[in-house]
């Protein structure tokens, strides 16, 4: 954790970045790519972020994966996680390798309880192209949909940005 705070601490946070950037991390040696063998059998989650919470949740998420926070099932089903920065609002994604409905759902339930996700939130859950036909056969298709103005706002639970 010390190795990774050294070298972390001279990026350029997820908030200052311009449209277009994303800024990934997964371990070593997964490709953020769905193509890559340890990606085809999962998915990824995706939460909208209002700008000005991005780095906030970004650092709760990346600290989790890197420390030992998060349950080990949990943790060894995580590939990465990635942060879009975009004109109106930020995507985490958080990519996972089993698209179990049971592995997604532990997945999706700890993210609620460590970002303090809201249930009236929804989260979008994307299966990759080779497990989506059996996601979606058990009714975890991508049908999740999240509030036009995304994660952070008074209508999705306020978040205390002094708090994180």
């Not at 601490?9 to 800024?23: T, V």
């Not at 700008?51 to 080990?72: C, H, Q, R, S």
Request: proline share 5%; net charge positive.
């Amino acid at each position: 954790m010390e190795q990774f705070w050294a070298i972390y601490q001279h990026l350029k946070k997820p908030d200052a970045c311009k449209p277009g950037i994303d800024i990934q991390l997964f371990k070593d040696p997964i490709k953020p790519m769905w193509e890559d063998e340890n990606n085809k059998q999962g998915g990824k989650i995706n939460i909208k972020l209002r700008k000005d919470y991005t780095t906030i949740i970004w650092e709760e998420m990346i600290f989790a994966l890197i420390g030992n926070v998060l349950p080990t099932g949990v943790k060894e089903n995580v590939n990465g996680v990635v942060v879009s920065s975009r004109d109106e609002y930020n995507i985490l994604q958080i990519w996972f390798k089993n698209c179990n409905t049971t592995a997604v759902a532990d997945l999706e339930q700890c993210i609620r309880d460590l970002l303090q996700i809201p249930n009236e939130v929804s989260l979008i859950i994307k299966p990759f192209v080779r497990c989506a036909k059996d996601f979606a056969a058990k009714g975890s298709g991508d049908i999740k949909k999240i509030p036009s103005k995304g994660l952070g706002n008074s209508s999705t639970g306020k978040r205390d940005k002094g708090n994180k």
